[in-house]
């Protein structure tokens, strides 16, 4: 199917230079398809930061490099601690307590699970 799109000629010069582009970028365009668990989309990229940008609008942002710094990591384990199904109050409760789980393994061994089924 993707040969017989990038075969196609138009009377659009421009729609004629995109396809050649397919042409010629083939097996990068294809790159997807060697990971089909992976969405083809960064929805959940842009829905991931929504929240932060809301509340950096309204209260005026931080006043230093190292407040934006912390707030970025905070929201980073937020959405980490999100998307492995962890409490991020009870994450930061053990943390404070010196006895945190290990995201990072968490994080390694979802995906270690999710390509080995692939």
Same mark, same amino acid.
């Given at each position: 199917?993707?040969? *017989?799109?990038?075969?196609m000629n138009s009377i659009s010069k421009e729609i004629n230079e995109v396809?050649?582009?397919?042409?010629?970028?083939? *097996? *990068?365009?294809l790159k997807a398809l060697d990971y089909p668990?992976?969405?083809l989309h960064n929805n959940d990229s842009e829905r991931d930061i929504r929240g932060m940008v809301k509340r950096r609008n309204i209260s005026g942002s931080t006043k230093s490099d190292e407040g934006r710094a912390f707030r970025d990591g905070l929201m980073t384990l937020k959405q980490t601690c999100y998307r492995l199904g962890v409490s991020f109050f009870g994450f930061m409760k *053990?943390?404070?307590g010196r006895d945190p789980v290990n995201l990072a393994e968490m994080v390694?061994?979802?995906?270690?699970?999710?390509?080995a089924a692939a």
């Open positions: 199917m993707y040969d *017989e799109i990038v075969r396809i050649a582009s397919f042409k010629k970028y083939r *097996e *990068e365009m668990k992976l969405p *053990e943390w404070f390694a061994e979802k995906y270690r699970a999710q390509y």
